[in-house]
């Protein structure tokens, strides 16, 4: 079975997660990532958060595997030279620099082309055009200023990001899509193309169900959401606690030891066609009767009291007996998992989403693999590289010989 980009040589100028994110994710399909970094400095990853002295970071180990490094200056004229001649040898670049940091490097998008028309040029940046496109951005920036922290919370309550990195792992994901679109175009067009993907406009794309919201507030109170039908809506979409973001009421109720397990919850969604079953299930059979509880819609106004009811039902079992109960019943439903819980389930290490890999200083660790499936072609998730440790093989690559390789390493460009 073929590696489903083999053959896609990747110039990989990211650093920090945005960018190595979805260079990983190429890397994890087969494409050859070579990761550009600073000689003696690399990614600054590396060395944020180290929890063992010296040893590059979990934090770079997990966003930068499957990829070579290439320690480069591309501020020497060695350095540009042999720039160059990455741009020729590869079939696509990939940025997260702040705004134009390449173009002060001399490589503008216009210079690219010239040295490689098929090159795809791809770039996340903080903004698009416009107030704000010289910024620089990170995760939590992006969350704020994309629409997800003012729609985040609980009701009454200051703005909340959240853990997952929608920001920065997100728009890496909106920029692999739209990398293997342009190899795609470029199959029949043969020609590069600019690719660019800003963290407000894909933190805003997975907002996308509260900006609907924003504009079913002018004809009326949202009427899933917490605050109907006592409290008060403003004029803009406001947060909504744990309700649903869809159609089907949902909610996070206690389960059995709450009062010393932080996650000792589940996520319980009431959908209209499994409620008769969930209503049987917790003792409240009265409820398919009654003209205030019968129909979705009757529902909607005692959400609050619905969900109290279940969760005194919930908070005599554990969240996995709730689970086994209401699975069979087909009401959708979640426990709270621990990042502990899911680095233990073995479920998630057979299907190769949690892999234990071995890196020559750090020893054994655990990453998150290839979410994304393809039934014919593997994507085998091996370590991060050290810095430069692919440096020498990359020049020879590019048709340079030792002699030249010294000349370079003496003059500071690699
Ligand atoms: N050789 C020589 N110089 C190099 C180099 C190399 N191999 N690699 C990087 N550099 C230089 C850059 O050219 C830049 O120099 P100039 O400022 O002179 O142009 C400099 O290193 C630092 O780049 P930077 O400004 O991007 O780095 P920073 O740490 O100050 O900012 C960040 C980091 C993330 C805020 C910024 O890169 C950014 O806004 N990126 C776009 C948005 C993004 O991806 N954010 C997500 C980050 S993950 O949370």
Redesign the pocket.
């Known amino acids: 079975m073929s590696k489903a980009l083999e053959g896609v040589k990747i110039l990989d ?7 190595p994110t979805c260079t990983q994710l190429l890397a994890w399909f087969g494409a050859d990532v070579i990761k ?4 003696g ?1 690399g990614d ?1 990853t590396r060395g944020q958060l180290q929890d063992i002295p010296e040893v590059d970071s979990l934090y770079f180990t997990m966003l930068n595997g499957n990829k070579r490094s290439l ?6 004229d060695d ?1 540009k030279a042999i720039f160059t001649k990455l741009i020729q040898y590869c079939d696509v670049m990939v940025e ?7 173009d ?2 001399g490589f503008t998008w216009e210079r690219i082309q010239e040295i490689n028309p098929r090159m795809i040029y791809a ?4 903004f698009g055009p416009g107030p704000y496109e010289d ?5 939590n920036v ?1 969350q704020c200023t994309g629409g997800a922290a003012s729609t985040t919370g609980e009701i009454d309550s200051v703005p909340l990001v959240t853990g997952a ?1 929608i ?2 792992s997100g ?1 890496g994901l909106h920029l692999a899509l739209g990398i293997v679109t342009a190899l795609f175009h470029r199959t029949h067009s043969d020609k590069g193309q600019r690719v660019t993907c800003a ?1 407000q406009d894909g933190v805003l794309n997975l907002c996308r169900v509260k900006l609907r919201d924003q504009q079913r507030l002018a004809h009326g109170p949202l009427t899933e959401y917490p605050q109907f039908p006592n409290g008060t809506f403003g004029d803009a979409t406001p947060r909504a606690g744990n309700s649903s973001g869809g159609g089907q009421p949902g909610w996070i109720v206690k389960c059995k030891g709450w009062e010393t397990d932080p996650d000792a919850y589940i996520y319980i969604i009431t959908q209209a066609a499994a409620f008769d079953g969930l209503a049987k299930a917790i003792g409240h059979e009265y409820w398919l009767e009654d003209p205030e509880w019968n129909t979705p819609k009757a529902r909607l106004p005692h959400l609050e009291k619905m969900f109290d009811e279940i969760e005194k039902w919930t908070m005599t079992k554990t969240k996995f007996e709730v689970m086994e109960i209401l699975n069979p019943l087909n009401v959708p439903c979640g426990p709270i998992l621990s990042m502990k819980e899911l680095a233990e389930e073995p479920s998630l290490r057979d299907t190769g989403t949690i892999v234990e890999v071995d890196h020559p200083v750090r020893g054994k660790y655990l990453t998150v693999g290839n979410p994304i499936k393809l039934s014919d072609s593997p994507a085998d998730v091996d370590r991060s590289p050290l810095l430069g440790e692919h440096t020498d093989e990359i020049l020879k690559e590019l048709g340079m010989s030792a002699a030249d390789i010294e000349t370079s390493k003496s003059a500071g460009a690699v």
């Open positions: 100028m990211t650093h920090v997660q945005s960018g550009v970094e600073r000689p400095v600054a320690t480069l200056n591309t501020k020497t350095g997260n620099f702040a705004p134009g940091a390449l002060r490097m770039s996340v940046k903080g910024c620089k951005v990170y995760e992006a990195q920001g920065d728009t963290m």
